[in-house]
């Protein structure tokens, strides 16, 4: 049975119901992407999250919540009197922002206890982590975690890697740049926004973001562009895929995430790279098209 590992920060999400009402759920960037793999993976697969939660009413209904989807969280750690983070999603059209209440979240503790995550990682097949993911630890922690990561990998096993940069949650730009490349330098798939890229690295074209991440010795490189071409490189290999367009989008809060879910859902099957990445785009225009990070199963695998 193959088996996909998430570590992240899963946290309570508020969206607008109108008139001032707000609708209550739980997304975070991986458990959104793990959410979505699931959605559209084979039986014979296994999802798995790995985060830190409190031992208050919330944490429990998170808990409750990941596990009614299918995904096992079974042995992440309880950090006392701890809480989950919150957020709150704008809208601007189809433009999203938010507004996050983290400084307190339990999340920010899973490497509390290391010996857990190493246990979990080495059973997957996958381990999948975004700069999310680094951003909310300690420093002394990211340390720890990026040193110790590919040790605990199962033979065959690999690393995929979302940079998702989100500078607010960085002391300084220059921490940012520093552990978001080292991630990437022991990850062999990497899967970066260009407008992130862009924006943080300078970087021209998607073809530059590439061959950045290549220079570290990433072996994959699966570079999303909004609207335009996605790109897959993979040693001298380069191939764009044309993205088609979408009518009626509401919300990309979850468009990244739910692109990366899909290309695991096939992948993990098939390694099929081009087939993979067709699901993720259909995938990913059917989510834009719904409010909200997390639309039903139901939902998404009627759509693609």
Not at 13 to 39: C, I, M, P, R
Not at 48 to 60: I, K, L, P, R, T
Not at 288 to 300: D, R
Request: net charge negative; charged share 25%.
């Amino acid at each position: 049975m193959k088996s996909l590992l998430g570590i992240g920060e899963c946290m309570i999400e508020l969206s607008s119901a109108g008139d001032n009402l707000w609708k209550q759920s739980f997304a975070g960037d991986v458990f959104n992407t793990l959410w979505y793999a699931k959605a559209l993976m084979a039986e014979d697969t296994a999802i798995d999250f790995f985060s830190a939660v409190g031992d208050d009413q919330s944490s429990e209904d998170l808990v409750e919540f990941i596990e009614k989807a299918g995904i096992s969280c079974a042995g992440i750690p309880r950090i006392e009197k701890g809480v989950p983070g919150l957020y709150r999603i704008h809208l601007d059209g189809a433009e999203r922002s938010f507004s996050y209440w983290r400084d307190t979240s339990a999340a920010k503790q899973f490497m509390k206890s290391p010996e857990l995550l190493w246990k979990q990682i080495a059973t997957a097949d996958i381990v999948y982590l975004s700069g999310i993911t680094v951003a909310i630890l300690p420093d002394e922690d990211v340390e720890v975690f990026i040193s110790g990561l590919r040790a605990a990998l199962k033979p065959g096993a690999i690393v995929a890697f979302d940079p998702n940069i989100r500078p607010r949650l960085w002391a300084n730009e220059a921490r940012m740049k520093d552990v978001i490349t080292r991630t990437a330098a022991i990850s062999d798939l990497v899967m970066p926004s260009f407008e992130d890229e862009e924006t943080t690295f300078g970087d021209k074209t998607p073809m530059a973001t590439a061959q950045r991440y290549q220079a570290l010795g990433v072996k994959q490189v699966l570079v999303k562009n909004g609207e335009d071409d996605t790109l897959f490189v993979e040693g001298d290999k380069a191939e764009y895929f044309p993205v088609k367009t979408v009518e009626g989008v509401l919300d990309t809060t979850a468009a990244g995430d739910s692109f990366n879910g899909a290309f695991f859902a096939e992948y993990m099957v098939s390694g099929d790279v081009p087939k993979a990445i067709s699901l993720a785009q259909r995938c990913a225009g059917v989510v834009i098209c719904n409010k909200g990070a997390l639309i039903p199963f139901e939902t998404v695998k009627a759509s693609v």
